[in-house]
């Protein structure tokens, strides 16, 4: 590393990026090896040791205690006293501290605002004036943008070239390429816990991910036109509370149609959540309508909205996805443990659990030591198959799958986009939520973006990123709108309405 | 108007919008204080109550009549019960409730004054709040205990085990030297010695919290138990004779009316308690070790990537919650009573709902524990007058005040966030 560079750490999950990073910050020892500072080498016992090199690190999840306000997060550890032993917290100290780097790299946090309180964009600013504050030449942002929206991401992206110009040197981890290209000095690629290769920033896309995956990927999806049928899901002016009571999802209509990937685009938090987990009968529906393929499901229990053909890909795979602690084999029939060939009666048939286990790993290419290993010890994305393999194995009328490939590495990112397009292509309803916006895009035949509760727009995916991006922070020029209108299909079965009508126009005759 | 009340209860937990929880709790309190003028007023007769501020009967004293009193004072929590109802800002919310709360309790106290029998027409103050303090002093050692530990992240279920064994320490050693200080750093470290045990088994062996604690209870109470038997009980004189420290009469502080002579005229636990009330609470709150201490309880890994040492910081609260206990275990065998098998007899567990009650905050289990004191207190008063009150019903009330307390009244009581959890490095 040389000073005020910015070395991109490129890998894809699980090859070894993160880890190699605690090492450089002490939070894991080496086996091996050795970490030179200056020509010096360097013994880590512990964080506090690197804080003193001049290390510092933002983590993937932030480190910052939510019921403490950002003063205190940031002098914790380093904490200024007086009164001797007693050890008082010099809080007004404190505060001026963090007021002085925050303007000085113009990095704006309140010092008494509560973590809990800040959008995540604000507390990784915090992490970062955390880091400031310690004085460190050197920064690790662990997968800095994952949490990100684009425009959190550009700030990031400035903020980062102020920092550099400050003569400070940032190690930047993330598999996401664009990121990379853009801000990057060098990079370095991660396979399997070895540098395979450094690159320049000129490198293009495909050379950088042939590096990381080891083979050529390709980065966009390849899927022919949609061919819409009739509408399988149908929500109409639905009203969800989250798990505060408060307002989640505030009057939604949408309609997802057999044949065609419906993708719903947005920042975190403005009630995609929720919508799909009213639809799946997770969370109960205050007003409004849900429909699946005429039939009414609001109100039904997951479990029957499972069997009357709808696959859902959770958006925690850890929470809600999957059992960590079971087998792959177990997760893989953890919807229809209970009915045949799987379980008769009170008993499990171990041997067709077993059979279909071992069939569905190699269609789904899940990389597992044996079927038997605990899916907790499998990567992401492995994990990620194993839950997209256990949904797919039903017959489908819907599938929703929300963020389908967070944290997954490239190589099963495409491997699952591919399954989705299939699945859309034999006549399956998709709806496709994720916050990353390419992926929406990629995937999408029609993409309806979420801003606090409603859809504020529905697109084609052709539509230029700005104007999407603008509609995710909640800004829709009428232009937008209008176009909205044209890119919904207007050509679904108009036959529906004329019918529906008619009653309408005779009891107005009557009258 | 009673009938009146009874729809509006019904309709309450449907429109969430309009019942908000102020709401619900001005509702409640508009009831107790309808059945307080109603029903403790009719009940209440015409003799004088009288609240004495003196030590002896015959002195200065607040009185009111019986039924104007009860009526009076029901009247008083029908308006905080109307006013929260009328919807109140926020940080009204807690005094207007506890003015209520207070006011239903005098109703109900000039009802009982008022119809005990002749000559017995009043309530000594002083002795009541002496009592009161006396009674949650173990609760206030022992949900002090609960508060250092559990504020850096290890639940402390075994503060009755911790209490115990400083009770029976204390006896032992201040019996055996002859000191009370001897006695008194003993049961510091008979109380750390459990707490010992709880740290090394949660924090290094990774044991359930919650189980090793209640194993613990067990084995003090075992332990103690045998030993008692084995050696107090056969040489009560040398084993179980401990001496006791006397009551300190603070200057200035004991010549204030009322306060002087219920709280200024006690001992070294009584002090000792309120004191460390005081400590924490700054500690906690305004210094470094506090802050550590909160971190390590919140999010030990954000604590462990800023060169917190997690597991250190949690020995060091979990064996200093051991000696606290200890010292509140010695408020019974050095300064009231000599050792008997299983004295501390659950207050380890009331300490530990007096914790929760105060939401973990030393200030909180304070106020819980006198809460919690005076319920005892008044039990005792009654059945010296003899209530119509059963005293077991009364013994009750505050363990059913505090189930009711924690669902509605305070909110949702959220405990530090890695509580009971072990950190596991890397």
């Known amino acids: ?511 | 108007m009673s009938t009146m009340a009874v729809p509006d209860i019904a309709v309450a937990p449907v429109d969430e919008g309009f019942w908000t929880r102020s709401r619900k709790v001005g509702l409640t309190l508009l009831a107790l204080g309808l059945l307080s003028a109603v029903l403790f007023g009719a009940l209440a007769t015409d003799q004088q109550a009288r609240f004495t501020l003196s030590d002896d009967a015959a002195g200065a004293a607040l009185e009111i009549n019986g039924t104007i009193g009860a009526i009076l004072f029901g009247i008083i929590t029908i308006a905080a019960g109307a006013a929260l109802l009328a919807g109140v800002p926020k940080r009204w919310f807690l005094p207007v409730l506890g003015v209520g709360l207070v006011a239903f309790v005098l109703s109900f106290l000039c009802w009982q004054v008022s119809a005990a029998p002749a000559g017995q027409n009043f309530m000594p103050l002083v002795n009541i709040i002496r009592g009161t303090f006396i009674l949650a002093l173990p609760l206030i050692f022992g949900a002090l205990a609960g508060v250092l530990c559990e504020r850096s992240g290890v639940v402390n279920v075994a503060i009755e085990g911790q209490l115990l064994m400083g009770a029976f320490s204390g006896a032992l050693f201040g019996s055996i030297s002859g000191s009370v200080w001897v006695g008194l750093v003993a049961a510091a470290i008979g109380g750390a010695f459990i707490s010992l045990l709880l740290a090394v088994f949660a924090i290094r062996y990774l044991v359930d919290q919650v189980v090793m604690g209640i194993v613990l209870n067990l084995l003090a109470v075992g332990v103690t138990g045998f030993l008692y038997e084995r050696l107090m009980q056969t040489d009560a004189a040398k084993y179980n004779s401990a001496p006791r420290f006397s009551n300190w009469e603070i200057p200035l502080l004991k010549d204030i009316p009322v306060l002087g002579p219920a709280l200024f005229r006690g001992n070294i636990f009584l002090y000792l308690g309120l004191l460390l009330v005081l400590v924490i609470h700054i500690g906690l709150f305004r210094t470094r070790w506090g802050l550590r201490t909160r971190s390590v309880g919140e999010h030990p890994i954000a604590a462990d990537t800023l060169g917190v040492k997690v597991l250190r910081v949690r020995y060091r609260n979990v064996l200093l919650a051991g000696v606290v206990a200890g010292i509140g275990g010695a408020s019974y065998t050095l300064a009231l009573y000599s050792f008997t098998k299983n004295m501390i007899g659950g207050k380890g567990f009331i300490a530990l709902a007096a914790l929760i009650f105060g939401r973990w905050n030393p200030t909180g289990a304070l106020l819980a524990a006198l809460f919690f004191g005076f319920a005892d207190q008044l039990a005792t008063y009654l059945g010296a007058i003899n209530s119509v009150i059963p005293s077991q019903f009364l013994a009750m009330l505050p363990y059913l005040a505090t189930i009711l307390a924690v669902a509605g009244l305070v909110g949702r009581v959220r405990a530090p966030a890695a509580d009971g959890k072990p950190y596991i490095k890397g």
Do not use: C
């Not at chain 1, 506090?48 to 983590?59: E, F, L, P, Q």
């Not at chain 1, 798990?243 to 989640?248: F, P």
């Open chain 1, 1 to 511: 590393m040389e000073p005020g560079e910015i070395h991109a750490l490129l890998g894809e999950n699980g090859a070894g990026k993160s880890t190699l990073m605690n090492v450089l910050y002490g939070l894991y020892q080496p086996d091996e090896g050795e970490i030179l500072v200056d020509g010096k080498p360097l013994k880590l016992k512990g964080p506090s040791d690197a804080i003193g090199a001049g290390i510092g690190m933002v983590h993937q999840h932030f480190m910052l205690v939510p019921v403490f306000t950002v003063a205190e997060n940031i002098m914790l550890g380093a904490e200024q006293v007086r009164g001797g032993i007693a050890g008082f917290l010099d809080r007004r100290r404190a505060r001026r501290e963090v007021t002085e780097v925050s303007e000085r790299y113009n990095l704006r946090v309140d010092p008494d605002a509560v973590i809990e309180d800040l959008p995540v964009g604000i507390q990784q600013r915090v992490e970062i004036v955390k880091a400031l504050t310690r004085d460190v030449d050197l920064l690790i942002l662990d997968e800095p943008t994952a949490v990100l929206t684009p425009q959190e991401t550009e700030e990031l992206l400035t903020v980062m070239r102020s920092l550099k110009a400050a003569g400070k040197s940032i190690v930047f981890i993330t598999h996401k390429l664009g990121e990379v290209k853009a801000i990057a000095d060098r990079i370095t690629v991660i396979r399997r816990g070895k540098t395979v290769g450094t690159a320049s920033p000129e490198a293009s896309r495909d050379e950088l991910a042939a590096l990381m995956v080891g083979r050529n990927v390709r980065l966009t999806v390849d899927k022919t036109p949609a061919t819409p049928g009739e509408p399988v899901l149908e929500v109409a002016g639905l009203v969800v509370d989250d798990d505060r009571q408060i307002r989640a999802v505030d009057g939604v209509d949408l309609t997802v149609r057999a044949g065609e990937v419906l993708g719903v685009a947005g920042v975190q938090g403005n009630g995609q959540t929720e919508l799909i987990e009213a639809v799946m009968g997770l969370r109960p529906v205050l007003a409004g309508t849900i429909s699946l393929a005429g039939d009414r499901i609001d109100g039904w229990k997951p479990k029957k909205v499972l069997r009357a053909g709808v696959g859902y890909v959770p958006e925690d795979r850890s929470v809600d996805g999957l059992v960590k602690e079971f087998s792959v084999a177990e997760n893989l029939v953890l919807d229809i443990y209970d009915r045949p060939p799987f379980g008769a009666g009170l008993a499990l048939k171990p041997d067709a659990i077993a059979a279909s286990a071992k069939e569905r790993i190699e269609q789904f290419d899940v990389r597992t030591s044996s079927a038997d290993a605990a899916v907790g010890t499998l990567s992401g994305g492995n994990q990620q198959k194993v839950i997209v393999a256990r949904e797919l194995s039903r017959p489908l009328k819907l599938l929703i799958a929300a963020q389908p490939t967070r944290g997954v590495d490239v190589g099963s990112i495409e491997f699952i986009h591919s399954q989705i397009i299939h699945e859309r292509d034999i006549g399956t309803a998709v709806m496709v939520v994720s916050s990353e916006l390419d992926e929406v895009i990629g995937l999408a035949d029609r993409i309806a973006v979420m801003y606090r509760g409603r859809i504020i727009g529905i697109v084609g995916p052709d539509t230029p990123r700005e104007e999407i991006g603008l509609l995710m922070a909640g800004i829709s020029p009428d232009a937008a709108q209008e176009r909205n209108t044209d890119a919904v299909p207007g050509d679904g079965p108009a036959t529906d309405g004329g019918p529906a009508s008619d009653p309408g126009s005779a009891s107005e005759d009557e009258a």
